[in-house]
């Protein structure tokens, strides 16, 4: 998925990194897709606007889902 809007620009690292960690809006995004595996990327250029990049898998499920993956594959029907 991408967002992209020709607005005003930020300086990505120093976003991410602001106040701390305390502030979790592009912070917080980042680590949920890390945490199921996806990829999370900002682009932001002077004049040109941001595009927020965030991809997420959709294979098989963890945790032992009954050996079923997201799109049915595996699973025991007939």
Do not use: C, W
């Not at 680590?31 to 990829?39: A, F, I, P």
Request: net charge positive; hydrophobic share 30%; aromatic share 4%.
């Amino acid at each position: 998925m991408k967002i992209a809007d020709d607005g005003k620009s930020f300086q990505v690292e120093r976003t991410l990194h602001a106040n701390g960690g305390k502030r979790l809006g592009l912070l917080g995004m980042r680590e949920r897709l890390e945490m199921v595996g996806g990829k999370f990327g900002v682009e932001s250029i002077p004049g040109k606007g941001t595009t927020i990049t965030a991809q997420i898998p959709f294979g098989k499920l963890r945790g032992g889902g009954g050996g079923k993956s997201v799109d049915g594959a595996g699973s025991n029907q007939k």
